[in-house]
């Protein structure tokens, strides 16, 4: 059986680490599909590429030619793939408390966050919930499955009617004891880290941080979960979200969305430990959970007594936003984003329309929707056409962008 297209992109996530997963899936995609191909196009064999160019020109589609020509000089493809990641290329570990905190500006660490008895009761609640089923979604029109569960547990009266991701959440976790008591927890945690911190623009005030959804990942040993931000869609801007691990400990990784060849840290969150993503980091940074190397042999000592070798997570979300736009041109609903890739328009918080990402068709010729507005937050409409009034967030320490953009 070939592999689907998420396990495609799983190994070439892999291959690649110096490449945004959007862009592997965007070659992938101009490669029909094919792993060897992106990996000749990548590496820079131009002499095979050309072959394959030449085969497809008969295929000639506007995403196809769009995509090969921003890989069209070797020293594009060739400079991210030899540029070193930090000092030595590796990921750096941080395993307390302390060097957590001091490496990563927008992240606390809390060790042992419940009761034990809680905390085993959790992790059972996620590791027997028949309901928690693969997610399916749609990128670049290209149907993805992901490789780990997931279920979403809401505490509003209307939670079966929400949103997550674009989609319609069916089957919401009704909220249990334990959910409610695991929640007064984390919103009295959360809300004294956010008193001792500097409050960024955008995001809520200390004492107002509060959930009403909790979004349960299951992960078994072959699972993992790719490089992304958070959407700050429903979250907002400057997103604080609370993210515990359960049972069996898996590395969890974060690196900065810019330049390309940021550092990597890995982070070991042991089980009933809690990580504080503040306000900031879905804009600066991203995360992933790496897949366990195949052929190690997992220590009699890391294997969880209640979960072997699977691990829950729970990440508990306060959603702010409820009047977000659709799209002018097609009515599909739009997408919060910020720009950070080019130092010039770095912080400009924009709304895109989610159709060619999210639709099913969407990204078929002549389907395609390039729908725009910047983003005007905490005002109400929340977006704009005038880019002069467009909400900007540029990092205290972006010294670059900050003097491009004076
Ligand atoms: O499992 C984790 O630690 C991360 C989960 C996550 O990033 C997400 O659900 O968006
Ligand atoms: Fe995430």
Redesign the pocket.
């Known amino acids: 059986m070939s592999d689907t297209t998420e396990e495609k992109l799983a190994k070439l996530v892999t291959l690649f680490p110096d490449y945004e997963k959007e862009a592997l899936l965007d070659i992938l995609v101009s490669c029909n599909g094919s792993i060897r191909e992106v990996t000749l196009l990548i590496d820079g064999d131009y002499s095979k590429l050309k072959e394959i160019e030449s085969q497809r020109k008969r295929l000639k589609t506007k995403s196809q030619q769009t995509l090969l020509s921003c890989f069209s000089s070797p020293s594009s493809a060739i400079s991210a793939r030899t540029l070193p990641r930090g000092s030595n290329g590796k990921p750096i570990n941080l395993y307390t408390k302390s060097e957590i905190e001091s490496s990563l500006r927008y992240c606390t660490y809390h060790p042992n966050i419940f009761p034990d008895q809680l905390a085993d009761s959790l992790l059972k609640m996620g590791l027997e919930d028949d309901a928690a089923a693969p997610n399916e979604f749609y990128l670049f029109g290209n149907k993805c499955v992901s490789n780990h569960k997931?279920r979403i547990y809401s505490n509003q009266p209307n939670g079966s009617s929400m949103n997550y991701n674009g989609k319609k959440v069916k089957n919401v976790g009704a909220y249990t004891d334990e959910l409610a008591m695991a929640q007064v927890i984390i919103e009295e945690t959360v809300n004294t880290a956010l008193g001792k911190r500097k409050v960024l623009p955008f995001q809520v005030k200390p004492g107002d941080w509060n959930v009403q959804t909790v979004?349960c990942?299951i992960?078994g040993r072959e699972s993992n979960?790719d490089w992304?931000s958070?959407r700050l869609t429903h979250i907002g801007a400057h997103a604080v979200?609370a993210?515990v691990?359960l049972g069996f400990s898996?590395e969890?990784r974060v690196r900065k969305v810019y330049p390309t060849n940021s550092q990597v840290y890995s982070i070991h969150?042991s089980h009933n430990s809690l990580?504080i993503m503040h306000a900031g980091f879905q804009e600066e940074y991203k995360?992933?959970?790496p897949f366990l190397p195949k052929r190690r042999a997992i220590p009699a000592d890391e294997i969880h007594p209640l979960s072997g070798t699977s691990?829950v997570?729970l990440?508990y979300r306060n959603y702010t936003m409820s009047q977000n736009p659709t799209c002018e041109k097609c009515g599909y609903p739009m997408e919060l984003r910020r720009a950070f890739k080019d130092s010039k328009n770095r912080g400009k918080y924009l709304w895109q329309c989610a159709k060619s990402y999210t639709d099913q068709n969407g990204f078929k010729e002549g389907n395609e929707c390039r729908g725009m507005r910047f983003a005007r937050l905490n005002c109400d409409p929340p977006y704009t056409n005038d880019e002069r009034l467009c909400s900007t967030w540029l990092a205290d320490d972006d010294y670059e962008a900050k003097q491009i953009q004076q």
């Open positions: 997931t979004l990942n992960y979960l992304h958070d979200i993210s691990s898996r969890f969150p990580i995360h992933c959970v691990r997570n990440t």
